[in-house]
Nanobody, 117 residues
């Protein structure tokens, strides 16, 4: 079993920044992809960014140039640096992990990000 815990959400003004963290623990294999997703009220969960075990990054168009994802494989942590935040970035942000050994997808509990003046 794998556990994911997000942290770092909060209230920020438009144009501000936040850094989210995701700590993975449990029975992790050596190779796994991680990702950030978000879900705004009344909307479906959507991709924000993914990062492979080799460090390959993929970003959704709405966040390109503003968000940066990174991971620390030694500590099993993943980060999302969010700059130039907009009100439309308001959502619950979820950390995900796909384990290639078990072929299972895990989710964290989510952390709320609110961008408002």
């Amino acid at each position: 079993q794998v556990q994911l815990v997000e942290s770092g959400g909060g209230l920020v003004q438009p144009g501000g920044s936040l850094r989210l963290s995701c700590a993975a623990s449990g029975n992790l294999s050596a190779i796994y992809n991680m990702g950030w997703y978000r879900q705004a009220p009344g909307k479906q969960r959507e991709l924000v960014a993914t990062i492979s075990s080799g460090g390959n990054l993929n970003y959704a168009d709405p966040v390109k140039g503003r968000f940066t994802s990174s991971r620390d494989n030694a500590k099993n942590w993943m980060y999302l640096q969010m700059n130039s935040l907009k009100p439309e970035d308001t959502a619950v942000y979820y950390c995900s992990l796909f384990d290639f050994r078990s072929r299972r997808l895990y989710w964290g509990q989510g952390t709320q990000v609110t961008v408002s003046s």
